[in-house]
Each structure stands twice: as structure tokens, then as C-alpha cells.
């Protein structure tokens, strides 16, 4: 997977592993949080050397890291390996991770843990399969994308309106289009805080179980929902 992959230590690697060597981490597995990313980072940290180009290393992680789910952005263990929020476009860019400090009075972001572990791979190949439709590959180009791209403005502009807006819009697509991705145990807690505009949930990566992401806007609160 390109010439990244090759400048791996992997007879230290091997070596390390036999001798006991693990990885401990704070993220859990199988939830969506990038547990697999940090994984990869920290081995190309370790047994291999860094790419000073952002895109470089964006390539050689995601080779690394489709080793668990086939495919992979490379967006995650890039973050890992950075520690800092990674902007896209037609650049990398590194963004400060205290950005989100700014909309603090806009209302509160959490995780809600559905409670069962999903495998991300068959989720992610689900997904791609799905875009060789051209109906719901044109309603993520033409919605789902451009309310990502709004949201992600809304905070680096610190405009909470914008922010709010962009999340419930893709809270609302993910509920109709990715609902194979959605616990059916979630799927009424999801619809409800929509309609009442209480809080809108987001997918964490493939979803299908682990983590989600909760936002709820400021005046507003979680009752009703059930985990």
C-alpha cells in the first residue's frame, strides 16, 4: 500500500509483540471513537518514521488502518497522531483543539453509548455499496455533504445558529438514509428528539452500535429519551 507501509520496523514490531508488548488505550473498541486509528498512529510512531507532509501521513495511516475495516479516510489516526482536529479541503490543516471552547454557552455535545459493540467493516462496506446508487449517492453529495461542510464553518466562524442548523439536517438524513446504521432501540429516541427539537443525534463513525454523538441546544434538555 505505497512506499509508507514499507518503512515499518515490523521485525522490531513482531519482536515487541512476542515479548508481551500491548497497546493500552482509553477508547473502547468496536464503538466508533477511533480506537483502530490511535492503534495505527501509534505503530507508525513507534516502528516507522512520520511523513513531515500532512497528506503523506494521511495516506500511509489510512493503508494501515483499512486493515480493519477494508477502508479508511485516514482522518482518524491522524487525528490520533496530531492530537489536534484535522480540517479538510483542498489542504490539510491542523485546527486548534480548543476551538470548541468558543460556542460554550451554544449548547452541549455528548456521548451516549447505545450499549452494544458493532464490527465497523461490514457497516463501512454496507455504506459503499449503497453509493453505487445514484438516488442515495446524489441525496449525500447534494444534502448530507454540504450540511457537514456548513456545520464544520459554523464553528470555525463561531456561528452556533449555523452549527445547530447543519447538525439537525444531518440528524434528520442519517434517521431516513442510515437507518440500518441506527440501533432499532434508538430509532424512536432519535425521531422524538427531532420533532420536538429536545436534542439530535449523529452517527460516530459506521455506527450500528457503540457510541453517538448527542447535541443539545441551549434551553433544552434530554427528557424523554431512554438509553
Not at 49 to 77: N, W
Not at 186 to 191: E, K, Q, V
Amino acid at each position: 500500500a505505497g512506499r509508507g507501509i514499507l518503512q515499518l520496523n515490523l521485525e522490531a514490531l513482531r519482536a515487541d509483540s512476542a515479548g508481551g508488548l500491548r497497546f493500552c488505550s482509553s477508547i473502547p473498541r468496536g464503538c466508533g471513537l477511533g480506537s483502530s486509528g490511535a492503534l495505527a498512529a501509534a505503530v507508525l510512531e513507534r516502528y516507522g518514521k512520520v511523513p513531515a507532509d500532512l497528506t503523506e501521513s494521511r495516506r500511509v495511516l489510512a493503508a494501515m488502518e483499512s486493515f480493519f475495516h477494508g477502508k479508511s479516510s485516514g482522518l482518524d489516526p491522524l487525528v490520533s497522531l496530531y492530537k489536534r482536529p484535522v480540517l479538510t479541503g483542498r489542504h490539510l490543516q491542523l485546527v486548534d483543539p480548543n476551538i470548541w471552547l468558543q460556542f460554550a454557552s451554544a449548547g452541549r455535545i455528548f456521548l451516549w453509548d447505545c450499549g452494544r459493540e458493532r464490527n465497523t467493516k461490514p457497516l463501512v462496506q454496507y455504506f459503499m455499496r449503497s453509493m453505487e446508487d445514484a438516488a442515495f449517492s446524489s441525496a449525500v453529495h447534494s444534502i448530507l455533504m454540504p450540511a457537514v461542510d456548513s456545520g464544520i464553518q459554523g464553528i470555525l466562524k463561531n456561528e452556533p445558529d449555523i452549527f445547530e442548523r447543519s447538525w439537525r439536517v444531518i440528524s434528520e438524513f442519517q434517521l431516513k438514509h442510515f437507518s440500518k446504521m441506527i440501533p432499532s432501540s434508538m430509532l424512536d429516541n432519535w425521531a422524538e428528539g427531532l420533532r420536538k427539537d429536545h436534542y439530535f443525534f449523529k452517527l460516530c463513525g459506521a455506527g450500528g452500535g457503540g457510541m453517538f454523538l448527542v447535541y443539545v441546544p441551549p434551553g433544552t434538555s434530554l427528557s424523554g429519551a431512554q438509553a
